[in-house]
């Protein structure tokens, strides 16, 4: 895992660039589907996913804990507060707090493709690998469809929903059937209204950050475009940012659309690389 990497999108002079390796327990045995890597939200916590279960370690110390109960977890995310983990286990959509304790079930969750933690009572995910988008309360665990395929576009999934700073939306993957899934739209969903529209063409694992910019991926490259989240538009050409990064983003019967880097609201980059 590569930490470091600091995206600006203003006129101050950047900040100096560190790029620095960070060694992990288990890291021979991460599970390198979804993000296996996270930074909570406000930079404090590292978490990782590993067979044995999540990993999770303040980035000012050394010291790790694995968290009990998170055994074979999948797709992991933070909440907005980064007091809390999302994951999928056991066929459930559980959560559990980042100082331990028995995970809290909030709903039924098989084979998802993606979780993201909007706010304090809403989850967004994709339950399946041929479906669009369900958000659930977190508060009485009731599911509600919030996209629907379009098959007259051959939209074959809606995957890897992830949060947009100061917005109650989520970008996502939207592929189409028979195509690489670094050739989807990337489209975003605005959860008041139900809108959803296409801010890009051809990327996966799409991003936003507090700092101006769409993040996606292409192969195994990471690339930056800058993207106004209320006008729900980008602008200019893509920009790469990083090459080397551990993908999934080939072919719909070899790969699921996943890779493996986060970024957090001070616009720190964690990464695997390939």
Same mark, same amino acid.
């Given at each position: 895992?590569?930490?470091?990497?600091?995206?600006?999108?203003?006129?101050?002079?950047?900040?100096?660039?560190?790029?620095?390796?960070?060694?992990?327990?288990?890291?021979?045995?991460?599970?390198?589907?979804?993000?296996?890597?996270?930074?909570?939200?406000?930079?404090?916590?590292?978490?990782?996913?590993?067979?044995?279960?999540?990993?999770?370690?303040? #980035?000012?110390?050394?010291? =790790?804990?694995?968290?009990?109960?998170?055994?074979? @977890?999948?797709? &992991?995310? !933070? +909440? /907005?507060?980064?007091?809390?983990?999302?994951?999928?286990?056991?066929?459930?959509?559980?959560?559990?707090?980042?100082?331990?304790?028995?995970?809290?079930? #909030?709903?039924?969750?098989? =084979?998802?493709?993606?979780?993201?933690?909007?706010? @304090?009572?809403? &989850?967004? !995910? +994709? /339950?399946?690998?041929?479906?669009?988008?369900?958000?659930?309360?977190?508060?009485?665990?009731?599911?509600?469809?919030?996209?629907?395929?379009?098959?007259?576009?051959?939209?074959?999934?809606?995957?890897?929903?992830?949060?947009?700073?100061?917005?109650?939306?989520?970008? !996502?993957?939207?592929?189409?059937?028979?195509?690489?899934?670094?050739?989807?739209?990337?489209?975003?969903?605005?959860?008041?209204?139900?809108?959803?529209?296409?801010?890009?063409?051809?990327?996966?694992?799409?991003?936003?950050?507090?700092?101006?910019?769409?993040?996606?991926?292409?192969?195994?490259?990471?690339?930056?475009?800058?993207?106004?989240?209320?006008?729900?538009?980008?602008?200019?050409?893509?920009?790469?940012?990083?090459?080397?990064?551990?993908?999934?983003?080939?072919?719909?019967?070899?790969?699921?659309?996943?890779?493996?880097?986060?970024?957090?609201?001070?616009?720190?980059?964690?990464?695997?690389?390939?």
């Amino acid at each position: 895992a590569i930490l470091g990497w600091q995206l600006t999108a203003n006129d101050s002079p950047p900040p100096r660039l560190m790029s620095f390796e960070i060694d992990v327990d288990a890291e021979d045995d991460l599970i390198a589907s979804g993000t296996a890597a996270l930074l909570s939200p406000d930079g404090t916590w590292m978490a990782w996913n590993a067979s044995s279960g999540i990993r999770i370690r303040e #980035i000012a110390r050394s010291q =790790t804990r694995l968290l009990e109960g998170t055994q074979g @977890a999948f797709a &992991i995310c !933070f +909440s /907005p507060d980064s007091r809390w983990l999302a994951f999928s286990g056991r066929g459930q959509l559980q959560r559990v707090s980042v100082s331990g304790g028995t995970p809290i079930t #909030i709903c039924d969750l098989v =084979t998802p493709r993606g979780i993201a933690w909007v706010d @304090a009572t809403t &989850i967004v !995910f +994709s /339950p399946s690998i041929s479906t669009g988008l369900v958000k659930v309360d977190l508060g009485d665990g009731v599911k509600t469809p919030v996209t629907e395929l379009d098959h007259a576009r051959n939209e074959r999934s809606h995957r890897w929903p992830s949060t947009v700073p100061g917005q109650r939306a989520v970008l !996502f993957e939207c592929q189409f059937l028979g195509q690489d899934y670094d050739t989807s739209d990337v489209q975003i969903l605005d959860l008041d209204t139900g809108k959803r529209e296409t801010v890009h063409r051809g990327g996966a694992s799409p991003r936003a950050t507090n700092q101006g910019q769409l993040l996606f991926v292409r192969g195994n490259s990471l690339f930056a475009v800058e993207f106004d989240a209320r006008q729900k538009a980008t602008s200019g050409l893509p920009v790469p940012v990083l090459e080397n990064l551990t993908s999934s983003v080939g072919n719909q019967e070899d790969d699921d659309g996943s890779a493996q880097y986060i970024v957090d609201s001070q616009g720190t980059l964690l990464y695997l690389d390939n």
